[in-house]
């Protein structure tokens, strides 16, 4: 699953609360993956370590292990990760094996996706003057790496590492 469109629609289905901050997230990660969460090997180490000892309680409805970005990049989801026993240690190599080895795409890759979320029936749930507004403030901040909006993050309770797809074989639970 590479086309932006069908990455949407998968999200779209399986995620409530999207704001426009949200897609931008989704997309700037597909384009330049995790190198932004990972600029202080220790820190993120202990961040990835902390986050998951602070799991919230099994939710209703367990979110999949794997959300595809790209042909090359996907989502792990830490809640499934740790009920299927997933090694963190494995995890943490493999998100910083990403992060060090995977070529980022480019502003104009960037742009060329949301134009692409902008020309997908998902974008016609906001209005177009919000999303205007929102990409030139992402453009004034120099379209840096952003957090998931409150509504996104208090609906679905997001955990999860960004790596690459060929890693995948090693994960437990991830051989469908």
Known sequence: MCDIKAVLAAHFETHRALDPQDIYKLIYQRVFGPEHAIEDLRAAMEALYLEVLRLPPVPAVMPPLIEPLSAELCRVNLQPFVQNRGSIEMLWRQFRR???????????????????????????????????????RMATAGFAAVHHSRGYTEANVPHYRVVLRALLPELPGAAS
Not at 103 to 125: H, I, K, N
């Open 98 to 136: 990403t992060a060090q080895t995977y070529t980022s795409g480019t502003l104009v890759d960037l742009e060329r996706d949301w134009r692409r979320f902008l020309s997908s029936p998902w974008a016609q749930r906001y209005a177009p003057e919000y999303l205007d507004q929102f990409w030139q």
